[in-house]
């Protein structure tokens, strides 16, 4: 009794220094809202090199900090930059409503190069003959060909670039160009041998080029002498810009030329009305789900019900103070993935609870305290094997996916440890102390765990005999497994994005647009292959192949004039190259989730255990892409995130159904399996009702009131909550049954 007591107050600590620790940071430290959520765009751009892997990464260092300095130019707020990998960097740009300006800014090279003038050419391809292999023919502003000779300076010698405006003089915008030391030197060389020349002659000029186009190439002043030069260190480079051109302009040379070409791999941008609504809309089914999945919980176990929706509670302030302390961005399926974690925080809670009911049942002199106590002990198992297997999941997402899907990975992972806290301390801790008080002592059925339960006493009547002829439940899972591979024969796989890279922009237009008139109006302007989807009156959504930024300004053109004033409300951009990396890494994230649950449950279980269970989560994923395949919705990210979820929610059922199995097997070694199995089947069957009515009761509220992409997220992990609900009892069961050695080999194997 005394070290009951001391185990209580040692978990009851436990539990308030983890409240008030989470406490403490949700109020003192903000989380990071991700660019989907608050708006802005998010640029990921990729460094082209054949340089050695170190070579590549210090230009891809240097390359960061040229960027660094273009983006402190732009003046956006919060502006972050990481690398990832030796070739890419994620370039966020909070509030950034004009991807195309964004994209320009960062991704020229702004190779500056100073080249005196040799003097015209007939055509732009004179450039042959002897000596003139260094020579360069560009045209001038106004088109004229001019022959330049090799740069005398580049971007290295410029020490920075400002766009000022002359009142005094009326001379306009024009570009103020400061060298550097070197620079200062080279630059009054070069304009002291252009000064030799006449007035009037070409030779006077110096052309100033950037990226291979002369911006500039006015004559050397009068004033400038034969052999003396412009000194000083200081020049200005005048046109007819307007505020607008003088202020890029300068911005691009102040930042620095890029040391190596950078391509756009990846853009996303999204308005920050889009990013509130969404924020709202899955605020909205939190709240709604977790108060009916409370109401369904507290209706089943009552007073331990009552007390697992508190623990609920801190459940959420634990998740989010952990991603508020550990500095993760939470994205929109990583919200979507924090409301679903509340679903599956209950799984802790319903399989303690099952359990000491079972233990309440079987005891002579029960008492609902120490049945919960063995509850607890006896839970403890399902629970860490099957929470692993999620995080399994969980983990392959953030090493595998990429942009928000990441953040899903992110935000489950952390929502499973917070659920195990939650269960196995708080809700512990409150379902000890509640059920030691003397008024809960003489009312046992107020507890909850003092009955069986509705679902339990229906099978305990009937006791059918599920797995006489497991073949046949074979069968039928082999005919859904024909219809879900017959879809992706019949209507093909719709891959998003994502997989095949391309353009998906998302208008709201103020007047209906219909999805074939605008499909008819891409057409005539250019865009055949545009695929148009309407999602309701006002909003519409165009997916292409890769568009530049001068083609989507035509889309939003062509959408404007059929819907009236017209706002982009999400654009993204995927290149072909990242389209076939994310592709793969689909397969491979799918393949390493099944070898890994394989070898985990080969490890926990016996081997024909894992490959039931692997062959049952190889049945899952079939049919739930054949659903979509049927459904022509999307295959994309999101789904993704959706499959591995599944695929973890899956084998939790698996998990907890072979844990009572070799529980049954190491007390009894007589009686058949297949009774064995059956038995083991109708004992857990109340969890899996239980858990899955909780899990269905979120993802329903999310996929009402969420948007299209997380309304198809939600409904991919309502058909895998279904399939992987089936397939545990339905599918892994049989298949170990017909995977077992004979009855007398079996006696001789059990352990």
Known sequence: M??????????????????????????????????????????????????????????????????????????????????????????????????KKAADVLGRTAQLTVHPVLGTAETPD????????????????????????????????????????????????????????DGRDAWADVTARAACHPAGDPQRRVAIVLDDK????????????????????????????????????????????????????????????????????????????????????????????LLATAALLCYGLVSYAALAALGATLTLPGLAGFVLAIGMAVDANVLVFERAREEYAARSRPSPRSALTAGFRGALSAIADSNITTLVAAGLLFALASGPVRGFGVTLGIGVLASMISALV???????????????RRRPRLTGVADTGRVRDGLLRRNPFLMRRPRRWLAVSGALLVMAVSGVLVRGLDLGIDFTGGRLIEYSTTKAVDADRAREALTEAGFPRAVVQSS?????????????????????????????????VRDELIGPSLGDELRRNAVIALALALGAQLLY?????????????????????????????????????VFLAALLTVIGYSVNDSVVLF?????????????????????????????????????????????VLADDTLTDFALALLIGLAVGTYSSVFTAAPLTLSLNPPAGRRQREAR
Not at 221 to 238: F, H, K, L, R
Request: aromatic letters at 4%.
């Open 426 to 440: 708080i809700t512990r801790v409150l379902a000890e102390y509640a059920a030691g008080r003397p008024a809960v």
């Open 2 to 99: 005394k070290r009951r007591k001391n185990s209580l107050r040692a978990r009851a600590l436990l539990a308030l220094t983890v409240i008030a620790a989470s406490l403490a940071i949700a109020l003192t430290t903000p989380v990071r809202l991700g660019l989907d959520l608050r708006g802005g765009t998010q640029i990921t751009l990729e460094t082209r090199s054949t340089a050695t892997t170190e070579a590549d990464r210090e230009a891809t260092d240097r390359t960061m900090e040229v960027l660094r300095g273009r983006i402190d130019a732009l003046g956006v707020a919060e502006p972050n930059l990481v690398r990832s990998g030796d070739h890419r960097i994620l370039v966020e740009l909070p509030g950034v409503q004009d991807p």
């Open 214 to 305: 002369i911006i500039s190439s006015p004559q050397v002043d009068p004033s400038v002498g034969c052999g003396t030069g412009i000194p000083g260190g200081t020049t200005q480079i005048t046109g007819s810009f307007d505020d607008a051109e003088a202020r890029e302009l300068a911005l691009l040379i102040s930042g620095g030329a890029l040391p190596v070409p950078v391509e756009t791999v990846e853009q996303r941008t999204v308005g920050a009305t889009l990013g509130d609504s969404a924020i709202e809309a899955a605020a909205w089914a939190a709240v709604i789900g977790t108060t009916l999945t409370a109401l369904f919980i507290i209706a089943v176990y009552r007073l331990m019900g």
């Open 659 to 703: 844990d009572r199995i070799r529980e049954l097997l190491a007390r009894d070694r007589t009686t058949p399996l297949s009774r064995l199995t059956n038995q083991a089947i109708l004992q857990t069957l109340p969890r899996t009702v239980n858990t899955g009515m909780g899990a269905a009761i979120i993802l329903t509220a999310l996929a």
């Open 601 to 637: 449950l080969a490890i926990r279980f016996r081997w024909r255990f894992a490959t039931a269970a692997v062959g049952a989560l190889v049945h899952d994923v079939v049919i739930l892409v054949g659903v979509f395949a049927w459904l022509g919705k999307p295959i994309d990210g």
């Open 536 to 568: 309701g009156d006002t909003a519409l959504t165009v997916r292409t192949q890769n568009l530049t930024n001068t083609e989507a300004a035509t889309v939003t053109d062509t959408i404007g004039g059929l819907g009236g004033e017209t706002k982009m």
């Open 126 to 181: 004179d450039n042959t003959g002897p000596g003139r292999a260094k020579e360069q023919t560009l045209p001038d502003e106004s088109g004229q060909p001019l022959r330049l000779k090799a740069a005398a300076l580049t971007g290295q010698d410029v020490k920075g670039a400002d766009a000022r405006f002359d009142q005094q003089s009326g001379a306009g915008w024009h570009v103020t160009i400061d060298f550097t030391g």
